[in-house]
Structures are given as structure tokens and as C-alpha cells.
């Protein structure tokens, strides 16, 4: 049995922030591993206390929004996608994340690959005017 911990959050914090949360439990469940879930919404959060993350084998970030005190989680393998994904794919989440544990390619919270496509977004977006693809609509109608 495996331990899990999770975050959810949407960007209202509401209904999508706990009917992934509810699906990761059941879910956690179903397969047989321990699966904890904080929440982080507009009615507050639920953080984990330190030693429960520290007892996790692994922690599943399905969020819209940037996870608060995220350094709790420091050398933790993780899967991180939009909590939309939680909600109508829990069973598979959990798997993916114990496979790349397992083989060893899961990334850790923390490790300098997070920041990558932060950058990469900010070289992109501070291209001149003049090397985007034509006009309002990326060049769909030929280039000016």
C-alpha cells in the first residue's frame, strides 16, 4: 500500500477544488493505497502537518493555481496537472505516479525542471512584435 498525498485547487476554489479531492480519495480507495488530500480553496485550506508529507511516497499537485507553501513538498516525486484531469482520471493518476516512481523517471518537487516551463513562457511571450506570426490571428489569413 502506497502513500499519497494530494492538493487541489481551482481557480474559484470551490466545487472543482473538492470533487477532485472526493475522486482521488475514492479512487485512492478503490486501489487499496492511503490517499490524503489537502484542499486549497476560497474557503481556506487544510494543510497537511509536516510528517504526513514526510511519510508520503508520493504527491499528486492537481491545481490551476500555484500550490501554496510548495516547499513543504521538497524532494517529493509528484505529478502535477489541471484538476480538471483529477476529477475524471484519479484511478490512472495514482498509477502513472507509483510507475514513475518505480522506474524511477518521476520528477521531484523542488528539482530545477519545474522552473523550466516558467522561462520558456517568458522568452517566448518577450519576442518583438515583429518576429510573431502575423496579425491578431497567428498568421491564419498569410503574412502581412
Known amino acids: 500500500m502506497a502513500k499519497i498525498v494530494c492538493v487541489t ?26 490517499v490524503k488530500v489537502e484542499t ?3 474557503a481556506g485550506s487544510n494543510p497537511f502537518k509536516q510528517d504526513v508529507i514526510d511519510a508520503a511516497d508520493g504527491v499528486i499537485f492537481a491545481v490551476d493555481l500555484e500550490v501554496k507553501d ?5 524532494g517529493k516525486p509528484y505529478i502535477e496537472i489541471p484538476v480538471a484531469k483529477a476529477m475524471h482520471g484519479a484511478q490512472a493518476l495514482i498509477n502513472q505516479l507509483l ?4 522506474n524511477g523517471t518521476a ?25 510573431k506570426k502575423g496579425g491578431f490571428l497567428g498568421g ?3 503574412k502581412k
Open 107 to 131: 520528477a521531484k518537487v523542488g528539482e530545477g525542471s519545474s522552473a523550466a516551463p516558467a522561462v520558456e513562457k517568458t522568452e517566448k511571450a518577450s519576442k518583438p512584435a515583429s518576429e
Open 70 to 74: 510548495r516547499s513543504r513538498f521538497n
Open 9 to 34: 485547487s481551482c481557480i474559484t476554489g470551490i466545487a472543482h477544488t473538492y470533487m477532485a479531492a472526493e475522486a482521488l480519495e475514492q479512487a485512492g480507495k478503490k486501489l487499496g493505497h492511503d
Open 99 to 102: 510507475e514513475q516512481i518505480e
Open 40 to 42: 486549497q480553496g476560497s
Open 140 to 142: 491564419l489569413f498569410g
